[in-house]
């Protein structure tokens, strides 16, 4: 008998009171267009409630370090297993994360290595490069050495006695680090550094820890003195705090490969055990594929066990299209989307059943290629007893669905209801937007654009491509095209690099623009200081009066419109300010009108009402770019933590849509866009090439590729196996090619 997860009256963001039941055990896509209210009903309703509802397991005192999750507006869910929710979200940037401690292939690594290599040089830990006993000595186990630049980081022409002739936080004349030097009574302080004696120079920079013979008075009683390279070395650089103030210390550092242990991370001992002639860092180094060739080729009886695991997991990234991968990749250099595949990887081999999987859009960074991987892998997700609900757009992923929501009819406001439930041939008939564009066929471009001038890239080798010469258009809209690992980004990466006028270039990346609860679009746009001004000139007084974040802001919540109350252990509490209902401004400043509306009601504003509000004003000319990028739906007020990935990347698009002249190399500009959304998008990069601009897409889109003036294809494979050029020409001429590896999909 079939089982449901039943949803009864949701009203989160713009969800309008809707009801609905998801099969269990299934595999159900919420369609629709961006912005039309997919999000609020998956991340923001279904998997928001579980989550609360778990965290709600664990003590007081555990939940107060557990993530915070919003109370959804809904009246109840019913039947609700516990979900696991995997985003387009990239992982920490933590340098000591790789490919192979996040899937926990490593840890199984050391295992292997402490059980069968020769000679035995330590148990598991020793072979971490975490570890004190594993790590290299001089890099500290990070596999690349951050040299600093001792002429940048100390004036040499001051004396300690001076201002700021150490630059960095602390060192400054009586900071609490520069105490430990003036205080001392080794140096001389109004003496400059320049003038040191060698024998005073050492000790200045680079005497190791030492106990001092006769300190003065005011030397503590068991500190030790230390040189100042040795101590930026152990107690900033190569510390979390190096970290915290990059910004600071990076400028005064150069960075390289460690020699000692030439990147492995791991020091002279823990390298000379091996397995059939190779290290651990040897094979960290082969890519996912060849790892797996060299593990079932051992045949030792003690490894069956760790081969047979490391195996599996290895056999998941593999299927799930990550084979170009190494083990030793830094986690924080992968894209959004292949960290998702890494932990879907993850969870294919787990055993948990009766578990609810969210994917956001699985098919983001996918090559059509790919996409056939991806297919099997969310199967098998299914097949192991487990419900997965997947928000989506790609035809290939809507396919394979037992069961699909179509969400619309609109965006923003105009969004929220449910237009069709039930299967694929189903939505097919169905007149919905999504059912009909799923049946209609984008022709190839007829007439293709001529470049303005070309741009020859010389000799690119940046990450995995290979010595790569070729010519680039400009004035036209070019498609940057290959699967997954190809080496796109790389290709433009280089250009970036070889182009002599950089400030001609906007790169717009998967990275969010800055969202906080204060960020909406109206001041990311810098839209709200024009109208505090219209607000202010209208009314005959100062434009800060009309500030949430200053003097108009409500007195009771500071202009928050939200009051948090803070219940210790407990999660805190957030209602809505019953000073200001939610607006965020005083009531002083709401007496103040224009053409009858205050302040409040003009931000509340959609940007398609803005723009005629304020017709034939600067402020309806700086509204118009968003109007164009299709988020007219969008209000002027809302905060930017409510949009999507997608909404994000086109508010960032829009702030660059009255330049001209300039070159755009857009990153994935599909993503999570519907069909619909996609054309409205082609159409806005023919006016921005129109108006003399230059367009560069690292893009996957088959409907976009047939929109494009030129395409040039990467490849063959990800990682090692790419980074060449198989195809350099129009759509129309990939279509004949045989090198090609996107062509048979664009056909």
Known sequence: MQEYIEVIGANENN?????????????????GLSGSGKSSLVLD???????????????????????????????????????????????????????????????LLRLLFSRIGKPFVGYSDSFSFNHPSGSCPRCSGLGEIRELDIHKLVDFNKSLNDEDTIHYIAFGKGGWRWIRYAHSGLFDLDKKIKD?????????????????????????????????IPRMYRSIINSEEGLLHAKVLDPMLRMGTCPDCKGSRLNETIRSCKIQGLNIADVCRMSITEAKSWIESITDKLAEDIKRNVSERLSA???IGLGYLTLDRAIGTLSGGEAQRCKIAKYINSSLSDVLYILDEPSVGLHNHDILLMQKSVQKLKANGNTVILVEHHKNMIEIADHIID?????????GTILFEGNYKDLLQSETLTGSMLQSTKQIKKAFKTPSNWFTLEHAQVHNLKDV??????????????????????LMEAFRLQYPQPEDIVYISQKNIGISLRSTPATYLEIADDIRKVFAKANKCKAEMFSFNGKGGCPV?????????????????????????????????????????????????????????????IIAEKIEPLLKVGLGYIHLNQSLSTLSGGELQRIKLASFLREKGKIFILDEPTDGLHLKN??????LFETMISAGNTIFLIEHNIEVMKSADYIIELGPSGGNKGGEILFSGTPAEMVQSSKSITAPYLQ
């Open 15 to 31: 969800l309008k009171n809707i009801s609905l039941r998801i099969p269990k055990k299934q595999i159900t896509i919420v369609t």
């Open 407 to 415: 969400m619309g009819p609109g965006a923003g406001a105009n969004g």
């Open 678 to 683: 996609i054309d409205q998008l082609i159409a």
């Open 317 to 319: 990234l593999e299927e």
């Open 557 to 617: 919540c500071q202009g928050k419109g939200v009051i948090v109350s803070d219940m210790a252990f407990m999660d805190s509490i957030e209602t809505t300010c019953e000073a200001c209902g939610g607006l965020r401004y005083s009531n002083d400043v709401l007496q103040f009108k224009l053409q009858d509306k205050n302040i409040a009601e003009v931000m509340d504003l959609s940007a398609e009402k803005a723009y005629s509000f304020f017709a034939n004003t």
């Open 469 to 490: 010469t070729t010519k680039l258009p400009l004035g036209i809209m070019t498609v940057i095209a290959g699967v997954a690992g190809s080496g796109k980004s790389s």
């Open 196 to 228: 040191y004696s060698p024998e005073e120079l050492e000790l200045f920079l680079n005497s190791p820890q030492i106990k001092l013979k006769n300190p003065p008075h005011n030397w503590p009683k068991s500190a030790k003195y230390e040189g100042l």
């Open 45 to 107: 309703t279904i998997a928001a409630k579980s989550r609360r509802e778990l965290n709600d397991t664990f003590p007081s005192f555990v939940q107060q370090y557990l993530p915070k999750y919003g109370r959804p507006h809904v009246e109840r869910i019913e039947n609700l297993p516990i979900a696991i929710v995997i985003e387009q979200r990239k992982p920490t940037t933590n340098s000591r994360s790789t490919v192979g401690t996040y899937t926990d292939i490593y840890a």
